[in-house]
């Protein structure tokens, strides 16, 4: 059962400027006051241009401010998304990709790999979206296939590919990296480069040394220099399947920390979550503080202001006893807190990302009864706490360790770099909140980029966040 619909996405509201609806929202009832404790969401749309069959199963946020979400239609369909404008335009793929893996490449490009075969099986298919032309491009098949697989983008550039199913339905062991095409080429090359069991959607960051975490019941690190896998310790509570997880916001220097939460089964969900330091590994996972409720299917997204947003879930197998409240979670402080509720389900195969204005797009849901083809936008609390600062010019390129500098007319205290988020099935293959060292002037703060397994060579958007928590609309830009 869906809940009422409770609030809209702000235009405007106690004297506090928000970003534009989107085109095509349904009216709602008018703002309470409560919405800079618990955020508001709009009502459920379906984005103008866009197919309706379409279901955002994958939403991965593209440098252009746009959002590529394709998912659950054979074969395959697939729309651009333009939150400021609320219009969609189609961007079919060649291949039945739902349930693929994906990340951006350091030119903004989007690999996917695999997608659905028949029953629980692979395809072989692997695709470079290009957000500049709306193009897919073939490159080299994985040759046993890949069904729900994980892409991680390296510190050099390449991606890591592994885990998930074959052709056939088996475990692909194998481990591969993709290689972008070199200038002048739209084709890349991949190669074969050791063994892995990842299972689905193995859940992976790359590391501040250029290693890869790898966080399941049993973690693992793999040294991308010899392509070696080293076991680390067994989460204390089995979070089965379903389960959230996200690389913790850190320092200038790059987290070492992993979060994974909840998760569940057929049966019943988890509320647990934990963590575990890449950095002090000899103190194995340590138990934080629990979920209000078990839920499994929720989609977490890192906010800019550095708190951790839980979208969706539900606390029975893939689609039951749906929770409807987005969480909060501060991490400093270790505690979830209930923001308001969406209208629509958001369980299996549902998906949320990080918009540049700096609130989240919500999508998904493939069970009957759930969100279908329809979007929701979330405006966090911060988005109606005070005026937000503005950022009046920066740099569109800064080299890894460089120093630059962003204008603003405001008093701020923080600026940090967002990685554009390509989310699906609780994981997100891209997303990164990265701090930056930075320097208060008059009418000016004078960061330093960070290093290039800190900050991926890639599109970021780059935000401002004032004493108050209150982040800027970010702009982009492209580091190293």
Known sequence: MKKSMICAVVAMTIGVAAAAAPVGVAAVPALTGAEATVGAWS????????????????????????????????PTQGYV???????????????????????????????????????????????????????????????????????????????????????????????????????????????????????LYPRQWVMPDGRVLEAKRSAALLDPNTWTWTAMASTKVN??????????????????????????????????????????????????APLPQPRAHMSPVLLPDGSVLGVGGNSQGLFALPQYGA?????????????????????????????????VLSAGDTGAGGGGNTDEIYSPPYLFQGARPTISSAPT????????????????????LMSPGA????????????????????GQLTAVAPSKTVARTGWYMLFLVNSAGIPSTATWIHVG
């Open 397 to 416: 390129q800064v080299a890894h360790d460089a120093t630059f500098t962003i204008s603003t007319p405001d008093p701020t205290s923080r600026a940090v």
């Open 327 to 359: 969480l909060r979670d501060v991490p400093l402080t270790n505690t979830w807190t209930t923001l308001a509720a969406q209208v629509e389900r958001r369980g299996y195969h549902s998906s949320a990302v990080l918009l540049p204005d700096g609130r």
């Open 239 to 288: 979070h089965l399947s379903g389960y959230g997880s996200i690389l913790m916001p850190g320092s200038p220097v790059g987290s070492t920390k992993v979060v994974v939460i909840g998760g569940g089964n057929n049966t019943s969900a988890v509320s647990a979550t934990e963590s575990f330091d890449e950095a002090t590994p000899s103190a194995g996972w340590t138990l934080l």
């Open 423 to 442: 989310a699906t099935h609780t994981t997100d293959m891209s997303e990164r909140h990265v701090e930056l060292q930075v320097t208060a002037g008059s």
């Open 81 to 199: 998304y333009d939150p400021v404008t609320g219009i969609a335009t189609e961007a079919d793929p060649p291949a039945d990709i739902e349930c693929g893996g994906m990340t951006p490449l350091e030119d903004g490009r989007i690999l996917v790999v695999g997608g659905h075969g028949k029953g629980a099986t692979g395809i072989n298919n692997i695709l470079l979206f290009d957000p500049a032309t709306a193009t897919w491009t073939p490159q080299p098949p994985s040759p046993q296939g890949r069904y729900y697989p994980t892409a991680t983008r390296l510190a050099d550039g390449r991606v890591l590919i592994s885990g998930g199913f074959t052709n056939t339905g088996a475990n692909n062991t194998n481990v591969e990296v993709y290689t972008p095409p070199p200038a002048g080429s739209s084709v890349g090359t991949l190669a074969l480069v050791g063994q892995h069991v990842g299972g």
């Open 43 to 74: 009502g459920p749309f379906a984005p103008a241009g866009a197919t309706s069959r379409v279901i955002g199963v994958h939403s991965i946020m593209l440098y252009t401010g746009k959002v590529l979400i394709f998912g659950n239609v054979r």
